[in-house]
């Protein structure tokens, strides 16, 4: 038994989503599976890859349908302590960030069904993406590790704003130039020095989500702050998890607070434009 609900009144959309589902647990099982072998051994010193290498990667990431991909050191802070999905306990260094869209008319449906299904769809495509880009990088005698997208050990939104790809908006999701908050994110751990150069974006939502508040207005449960809670650690806090995840799982994907950003409406050049 999985603790999705895909129960509906029946339809495309439900039998899409009784094929998804275990489509998403195969993937999470692959992930548990490879770490396991990954970490029975552990390196005694840090591999060392040259710039082609790294090319190969991103082209290799392009074909598997990523969309983004960024690159930045493990944030220790940005690890939770208690990993609910596979129990990964030991991460490399590195990270390798990624990030796959999702369709826009789905995540217009939110809260209904057809945007769980695309939720879930994504969780199963960017986690099938995530564990063969990892042994892509194994089968070049490189020691990764595979964080699903659904539950990994540490915090990907942050982990995207130190990759370059993005920032946080109030709901806590990252924003991108190019897709706003549609998008789902993974990370593949890598036993690697140097990272790739990190190119710097100029990217400024803070002004708009602080005038804005759409997200915490709209979202069903009341699961956004009004202010975000600073940690001692230095890891802010922007939403109410428990109730967050309890609607995610009622709704089988949620993504109101995906559908209602402007940032996801209307974009971030005609947002940035509003403001001359």
């Known amino acids: 038994m999985n603790k999705f609900n895909i129960v509906n009144n029946g339809g495309p959309s439900s039998d899409k989503m009784k ?3 275990p489509k998403v647990l195969k993937t999470i099982r692959k992930a548990i599976s490879g770490y396991k072998r990954e970490i029975a051994e552990l390196p005694e010193e840090v591999q060392t890859a040259p710039k082609e290498f790294w090319e190969e990667v991103v082209e290799q990431a392009k074909n598997l349908g ?4 960024g690159f930045a050191p493990i944030d220790e802070n940005l690890i939770f302590e208690v990993d609910h999905v596979g129990g990964i306990e030991v991460l490399y260094q590195n990270a390798i960030v990624l990030g796959m869209e999702m369709d826009y ?4 449906t939110a809260p209904e069904f057809p945007a769980g299904v695309e939720s879930m769809n994504i969780y199963a495509e960017l986690g099938e993406a995530t564990n063969k880009l990892t042994n892509f990088i194994r089968s070049k005698g490189y020691r ?5 997208p659904l539950g990994g050990p540490i915090l990907y939104p942050a982990m995207a704003v130190k990759a370059g790809l993005g920032q946080i908006g109030r709901q806590g999701l990252l ?3 190019k897709f706003g908050p549609r998008q789902r994110l993974s990370v593949i751990s ?3 020095s140097p990272l790739p150069e990190r190119s710097e974006i100029e990217f400024e939502i803070e002004a708009y989500c ?4 759409r997200c915490t207005l709209m979202y069903p449960v009341e699961a956004i702050y009004d202010e975000p809670v600073n940690k001692e650690n ?7 998890g428990e109730k967050c995840i309890k609607y995610f799982y009622e709704t089988t994907g949620c993504s109101v607070c995906i559908k209602e950003c402007p940032f996801h409406k209307i974009g971030y050049k005609a947002m940035y434009y509003s403001r001359l």
């Open 19 to 21: 094929k998804i589902v």
């Open 66 to 69: 990523i969309d983004l991909i």
């Open 105 to 108: 008319d789905a995540i217009e």
């Open 144 to 148: 990764a590790i595979a964080c699903h």
């Open 175 to 177: 924003i991108t130039k």
């Open 190 to 192: 890598v036993n690697i």
């Open 210 to 213: 602080q005038k804005c508040k």
């Open 234 to 240: 230095g890891t802010v806090t922007r939403i109410d």
